[in-house]
């Protein structure tokens, strides 16, 4: 057995050992880890892949014991050498211990030694602690095997006592860490883009190094905005490069319109059910550039490949649209081909609109999501406003701190008897 040999853990807990104490330093770790943070590498990073290690750094887990008679268990009984004081001698002798060996999960260890805002001075006895298991143990027991067993249980439901008191408190940190760090992310990449921004209207000639890209944004737009976002040319820490995005307004706008445009394919069941793939690509792109217009008052949307609807930058593509009638899974496998095999620029826009003609809708929405969530460039799910839409986080093939910013949107096909 190895580990922090404790006759009483209580030995080693004092005022200043406090739990407190630890969770400042969590939050403190987390404050410093981004005021250090490489501002190009902070800027090239996706924001909530910045939230994601920063909450990591704060979180704190409080152990979980496994209490059960399917993980605890006796070792077998050891003589040991006791002291006694007897008539004001100092004497020894041999004395039986009994050890009950209870594994704990999840948590720091240093939790046990640490005084919650709620706590008790008495000690918690143990024999041994180490990263996994407590020992607590029995010397000289008397009585009968259930005095000996009910004394291993007050001394489990002491723990537990200390450990409810210790989770409360880190259930509060931990939604602390949780609420504070985005915001703190977003402040801390506005202050350098901000301090960015001012450098390059100052007036001076700016140094930059050989392989950082300049852009100027070559697309003019009534609706739709591009906006400036970091790229990460090749290299773990590259410089700050300008990319155009699609701004997350023109995006819900450009949803907007594909959605209604589809609903009113939903509501003519004749003319639908004779449109191919590509015709329904071609509707669509009637009604978004009816909305918007491109450089020079020309079309902004234009279309690509069999059923792709696109927003085209400096042969990247800002916004990528997939219409797809479905025809069993392979139809979100063809999905997903065609919006990974463009390049991308980082944060791009995308949508993959499935009709569906199929009597069951709900039972194909769900093996249509359930693609998603297992194709390798799958980040995370996104919070959808918005009954009947799934937005997910994916990334680039080749780069996956290139993300895309998905939206899937299925609607049922009605055909013309039903």
Known sequence: MSGIPLFAL??????????????????SAVAEHLRD??????????????????VAIGTVNCPRLLADEEHIHLLEPTEITQEYIEFDRRMTRRVMRFTLVVPYVDGQREIFLLRASQDTYNPLVALLLNDHELYLNIDNPRGDPEAIKAMFDAMIAEIEEHLSWSRRDIDTHN????DEVPPAVEKRREELL???????????RIKRRPDADTYTVPVQRKSVRPQQQPRRPSGAKAPFTPE??????????????????????????????????????????????????????????????KTDILIRVDNRNIFIGECKVWHGEKSMDEAHEQLFSYLVWRDTKAAILLFIRNKDVTAVIR???????KHPNFKRDRLSNREGEYEFTMHASDDPEREIHLTFIPFALRSTTG
């Not at 209580?10 to 939050?27: N, P, T, V």
């Not at 943070?37 to 920063?54: E, G, K, R, S």
């Not at 901000?194 to 001076?204: D, E, F, K, M």
């Not at 509501?267 to 918007?292: C, H, W, Y």
């Open 10 to 27: 209580g030995s080693m807990r004092d005022s200043s050992a406090s739990l407190s104490g630890l969770l400042g330093r969590k939050g």
């Open 37 to 54: 943070w490489d501002p190009d590498d902070l800027l090239n990073t996706p924001a909530q892949d910045v939230i994601d290690q920063l």
């Open 175 to 178: 939604r602390w860490i949780r």
């Open 194 to 204: 901000a301090a960015r921004n001012l450098q390059s209207q100052i007036g001076y």
């Open 244 to 305: 155009p995005v699609m701004a997350e307004q023109d995006y819900r706008e450009a949803l907007r319109v594909l959605r209604d445009q589809a609903i009113a394919l939903e509501r003519t069941p004749s003319l639908a059910a004779k449109l191919k793939e590509e015709e329904i690509r071609d509707v669509l792109l009637i009604g978004l550039n009816g909305q918007f217009e491109g450089k020079a008052g020309g079309e902004l949307f234009n279309g690509g490949g």
């Open 367 to 373: 093996k249509a999501v359930a693609k998603i969530w």
